[in-house]
């Protein structure tokens, strides 16, 4: 049995748990990115309700902005999601007039997701409610820090990948 008794836990732990778990657990560079994402997705989906919007359809909609033609399997690989989930989305957005699907020209089966008009411009819109909550972390980060995480988190995506 593993003695945890002597056992320092982060000053953000209230209790001792005798769970299986490092002492450096939530010191680690993946929590402190894991809460970061809970803080600004939370923030995201707080500032889009006002635009009858999730932060989900959010992505979705960039993704599809991004690579037009995506297929809801990439789009779900592209956002790390089941192809379920996207299949959900996409009907939701697409009742909604901001997405359409069109057969693939050569495979009959493939159906590929665009953007309408009502799409982009929900987007538009979409996109101006984050970029406000990039620049409130900007401001709070400063410039140059900003630069760096972005440039640090573009290595840590890197490291990952090359894993």
């Given at each position: ?25 939530l ?27 999730a ?95 972005t ?13």
């Amino acid at each position: 049995m593993l003695d945890t008794s002597s056992v320092s836990y982060p000053r953000h732990v209230r209790h001792q748990d005798e769970g299986p778990i490092a002492a450096d657990a939530l010191d680690r560079v993946s929590w402190a990115l894991r809460q970061a994402d809970w803080a600004v997705q939370g923030l995201k989906e707080q500032r889009l309700r006002s635009l009858g919007m999730a932060a989900a359809h959010y992505s979705l909609l960039i993704c599809v902005h991004t690579e037009p033609g995506l297929t809801g399997a990439e789009a779900a690989r592209r956002l790390n999601v089941t192809p379920q989930a996207v299949a959900s989305l996409v009907s939701r957005l697409e009742g909604r007039g901001q997405l359409e699907r069109r057969s693939h020209p050569r495979h009959r089966h493939v159906q590929e997701l665009h953007l309408t008009d009502a799409g982009r411009e929900v987007l538009r819109g979409a996109d101006d409610v984050v970029s406000e909550i990039e620049e409130q972390i900007a401001r709070k980060l400063g410039r140059d820090d900003t630069t760096r995480l972005t440039a640090l988190l573009g290595q840590v995506a890197d490291a990952v990948r090359d894993a």
